[in-house]
C-alpha cells in the first residue's frame, strides 16, 4: 500500500469507525494471511499504542506464535492455558482488567497488566487467536471485545 493510513479521533469508538474500513482496504486484495495480520498487528499498535499486539495460530494443540508488534512473546501456548488458551478452548472472546486476577495467567513480559485475546474462526473453528496486551489495568472494556470482533471477522484473518 502507497499510501499511510491516517486515523482520526479520540474515543475509543471514532478511532475504531475511521480504522476499520481502512484495515478493510488494507487486505481486502491481499489473499495471505501472515502478511495480513502482520499489518492488522501494526494499524491496532500505531492506532491505540496497546503494549503488544499479536496473532497466534492453531498448530495441532498449540496456538503458535504469528505476527506480532512489541517486545519479545510466548512461543507456544497449550489449549487452555492462559488467556489465549482459555479463549480457543471456550470459543469466545475474554477481557481481562487485571491479568494477575486470572488463573493461570502466562506472563510473557511483567508489564502486561490487562488483556482481551479474541478467537479468529474458520466455520466454527478457531483457527486463530488476536491477543491485545495493555501495561495500564482495566484498559479493556466490551466496547474493544464488539470492534474487535467486528475487525477480524472483516478482515478475513
Known amino acids: 500500500m502507497s499510501e499511510q493510513l491516517i486515523i482520526k479521533g479520540e474515543s475509543k469508538h471514532e478511532l475504531y469507525s475511521n480504522l476499520l474500513p481502512q484495515i478493510k482496504s488494507l487486505v481486502e486484495n491481499e489473499p495471505d494471511t501472515i502478511a495480513n495480520m ?7 499498535k500505531d ?14 494443540e498449540d496456538l503458535v506464535l504469528g505476527p506480532f508488534q512489541g517486545s519479545v512473546a510466548c512461543t507456544r501456548i497449550r489449549k487452555g492455558r492462559g488467556v489465549c488458551g482459555a479463549a480457543w478452548q471456550e470459543k469466545r472472546t475474554i477481557v481481562v482488567p487485571d491479568v494477575d486476577k486470572f488463573p493461570g495467567h502466562i506472563a510473557c513480559s511483567s508489564l502486561s497488566r490487562s488483556e482481551i485475546v479474541v478467537p479468529i474462526f ?15 489495568l482495566g484498559c ?5 471485545k464488539v470492534w474487535l470482533e467486528k475487525l477480524v471477522a472483516i478482515a478475513g484473518v
Open 38 to 44: 502482520a499489518n492488522i498487528a501494526a494499524c491496532l
Open 140 to 144: 479493556f472494556d466490551d466496547e474493544d
Open 47 to 60: 492506532t491505540f499504542h496497546f503494549w503488544w499486539v499479536g496473532f497466534y495460530r492453531v498448530a495441532g
Open 122 to 136: 474458520e466455520g466454527d473453528k478457531v483457527a486463530a487467536v488476536l491477543d491485545i496486551d495493555s501495561e495500564k
